[in-house]
């Protein structure tokens, strides 16, 4: 498995991001877009970009066959393959769709490419279960055939090779510790979060919206927005429950402001006991080459 500098890969996320941009600004019509139109929205693109990338750096890997085959030759895999197969229940289930299922449990880190991709479980696995018998379910015999099939679909990543864009992200809380450390930025995150929160004539706001500010500074302070990580919104609605963050009450601005920044505390005490990693893999596709009549900037 190769790691890739991503020149070629960047190409075809930007390219994606212009042409689902441009298909906005023209309503997926044959329209062409104006120079300082595009401009915008390129530079809009190129900034999440970078900011997301902050947050999240990408790997890129070209998986050929080579790591499947190390994991299925190496010591590792027979206890793999056992706890897999008890994991997945086979009971009722015929061996292929056994096998199958294991494939799945397989990882980035073992040489697999995710087969939840609808081109990879078409174009790898598939094939690598045709002309083949089905057999009666036990451990022994799953042990044996899904070795074999594991092996003819590093084969065909051999032939063809997947490109995947991993990334991995460890929430820490160490986003969370910066900002406490320094009240002028503290203050200023906390008033942009707090811009377009509604408030009543006393100027009081509602402790349901602690949930909405935190979301919007999520980003700020290295945490995914609620609803991104399972793990994550656990640890979030552990300590909004805490306090009755949804029982309706109104307080002073000046109040909701130190009971979000008690929220990011306990966040981060919490992260900072049990940190949470997580990971993810996407497999990269060619563009469609008649998108390309869309990019037509005008002078």
């Not at 042409?19 to 139109?37: A, N, P, R, W």
């Not at 290295?222 to 307080?251: H, S």
Request: glycine fraction near 6%; proline fraction near 4%.
């Amino acid at each position: 498995m190769d790691h890739q500098s991503g020149d070629g890969i960047w190409k075809l996320t930007l390219f994606r991001n212009v042409f689902q941009v441009l298909k906005e600004f023209t309503h997926g019509k044959q329209q062409k877009v104006s120079k300082t139109g595009l401009k915008e929205a390129l530079s809009d693109i190129l900034l999440g970009m970078a900011a997301g990338l902050k947050r999240d750096p990408i790997v890129i890997l070209r998986m050929d066959g080579e790591d499947l085959l190390e994991f299925i030759n190496g010591p590792s895999y027979e206890t793999e393959m056992v706890s897999i197969f008890s994991q997945i229940g086979c009971e009722d289930a015929s061996l292929r769709d056994c096998i199958t299922k294991a494939l799945e449990k397989l990882t980035v880190d073992q040489g697999m490419p995710p087969s939840s991709d609808s081109w990879v479980m078409r174009n790898i696995v598939e094939p690598a279960l045709e002309s083949w018998d089905d057999k009666p379910v036990s451990q022994e015999t799953f042990l044996e055939e899904s070795k074999k099939v594991a092996k003819r679909v590093a084969q065909n990543l051999n032939e063809e090779p997947v490109i995947v864009a991993h990334s991995e992200n460890t929430f820490d809380g160490s986003g969370i510790k910066r900002l406490l450390s320094n009240k002028f930025e503290l203050d200023k995150l906390l008033n942009v979060g707090l811009e377009n929160v509604p408030k009543d004539r006393n100027g009081k706001i509602s402790k349901e919206y602690l949930r909405v500010v935190l979301d919007v500074v999520a980003p700020s302070v290295g945490l995914p927005q609620i609803g991104a990580v399972e793990q994550m919104d656990k640890v979030v609605t552990d300590v909004l429950n805490r306090i009755d963050a949804d029982d309706g009450k109104m307080i002073k601005e000046d109040e909701f402001k130190k009971l979000l920044t008690e929220i990011m505390e306990s966040i981060m005490l919490q992260l900072e006991g049990n940190p949470i990693s997580v990971s993810s893999n996407s497999v990269v596709h060619e563009p469609l080459p008649s998108s390309l009549s869309l990019l037509q900037a005008s002078t």
